[in-house]
Structure formats: C-alpha cells, structure tokens
C-alpha cells in the first residue's frame, strides 16, 4: 500500500507547487513582500501580528490572511489593527495550500499593500511542506513549548529564514535551555536567524521589525525596478 500512498502525496505536492509559483508572480509583480508564518497553537502567532502592526502600520500597507481550522476570531483581532485581514477555515484542514491563498487573494485590495503575513494553522508538521509563494518563511516556537521541539520536527526549524523564540518573559518559569534551541537550530539551518522575544513585553522585537522593513524595501524597489520594460521603442 505504501507504494500507492507516495505518488499520491508527490501529485498533491506538485499541484500546490505550480500554484504557490503562480502567486508568487502575483506578489512579485505588485511589488509586495509576502511571509508565511507557521507555529504550534497557542505558540503567539496572532499576537506578534497585532504587535508587529502597531509599529509598523504607519510606516508601510499591511495585509494579513488569516488560517484556523473553524471561525474568524483571529481576523477580527487584526481588523481592529486597522488593517485589511481576510479569514480562511480549513475546516478541519490542518495546513494553508496554495489554492487557499488564491481564493483569498480575490477579497484583498493589493493597491497600497507592501507587506502581507499569511497566519498558517497552528501546527509543526505539514505547513512545512506546502509552499503558498511566500517570500520568506517564519517559525515561531514558545519557551513554554519545550526546548526539544526543533529535534523532534525538524523540517519546520530547516525551512524558516527567521526563528522566532517567543514568551521570553516567561523563560523563569521555564527548564527551556534557549541556547539548546539555537544550537540545534544552527545545525539543522545554518543560515537562519534566530530572534528572541515577547509579544507580551515587547522586548527584543526591534531585530525582528528591522528585519521586516529591509524586505519590504527590497522588494518595494523591486516594483519601481519593473518600469524600464515600458522604454522599449
Ligand atoms: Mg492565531
Ligand atoms: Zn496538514
């Protein structure tokens, strides 16, 4: 049986392929830097974002879609940041897919958009395994969680450009060894970066937001880069 089972999974996978590279052109060609978020439930997700929007929202257009297995929640919270968030329900599903964010896409208005965070399903396993034509992937892991969790799920601490170790005010309270975390980190992704924070306090979030604001001013050349093709006579 398991050798009907992998193709099977290989299909599903290259179908989402072709349609993450098909958004990707769509954010490429509007100029806006696109992250995909991913964690555990209850790791801090929706509240890096609302932390993240309070400084950032005057500065650049933010967008974010919003992935839960059932109801809007989540969207209401960034709504009330004052900035567009369209909400998904998997339904039970237990990952965001390509096809998801295109259905999603048709509910944002991208003039003015710079940045757009795409929240993925709580879950360390599968988001790791489906591109959605994002930029950048984050991983965010609480100290609460457990500092073995990069051993144990490996794909999700390999594929992050940024590690996000959240709850840091909580690290007292904690056996979490942070510097264990960042060493397997190293090993299992040696170019990614790892930023230690608390969406609570707030501390440790410049890094973080600077890191975002250098993207988002690549990619925002990008898009006045695309010009020079209307010179050619
Ligand atoms: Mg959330
Ligand atoms: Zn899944």
């Known amino acids: ?11 599903i996978l290259q179908a989402n392929e072709r349609l993450a590279s098909e958004n990707r052109r769509r954010f490429d060609e509007a100029g806006i830097f ?8 209850g790791a ?5 974002l609302e932390k993240t929007i309070e400084t950032l929202a005057g500065r650049m257009g933010i967008a974010v879609i919003e992935g839960d297995l059932q109801s809007s929640r989540d969207a209401e919270r960034i709504q009330k940041k004052g900035v567009q968030a369209v909400q998904i329900n998997t339904e039970g599903g ?8 295109q259905i999603a896409m048709d509910s944002i208005d991208l003039s003015g958009v710079d940045l757009l965070i795409i929240e993925n399903v709580g879950n360390l396993v599968c988001p ?6 994002e930029h950048e992937k984050i991983t965010m892991l609480s100290v609460a969680e457990g500092d073995d969790k990069p051993v ?3 794909l999700m601490f390999q594929i992050c450009s940024v590690l996000l170790v959240n709850k840091i005010d909580l690290l007292p309270y904690t056996d979490c060894d942070v ?14 970066l790892v930023f230690e924070i608390s969406c609570r306090t707030g501390e440790g979030f410049e890094p973080w937001l600077s890191w975002i ?13 695309a010009a020079p093709h209307a010179d050619k006579s």
């Open 1 to 11: 049986m398991a050798e009907i089972k992998v193709p099977v999974v290989r299909n």
């Open 34 to 41: 696109v992250i995909n978020l991913m964690s555990s439930p």
């Open 44 to 48: 801090g997700k929706t509240s890096l």
């Open 94 to 101: 237990c990952h965001l897919d390509g096809n998801m964010i």
């Open 128 to 133: 790791a395994e489906f591109n959605l034509g």
């Open 152 to 154: 144990k799920y490996p």
């Open 179 to 192: 510097e264990k975390i960042r060493q397997t980190s190293r090993q299992l992704n040696p170019g990614g």
């Open 213 to 225: 604001e250098n993207k988002v001013g690549e990619h925002r050349k990008n898009r006045s880069g």
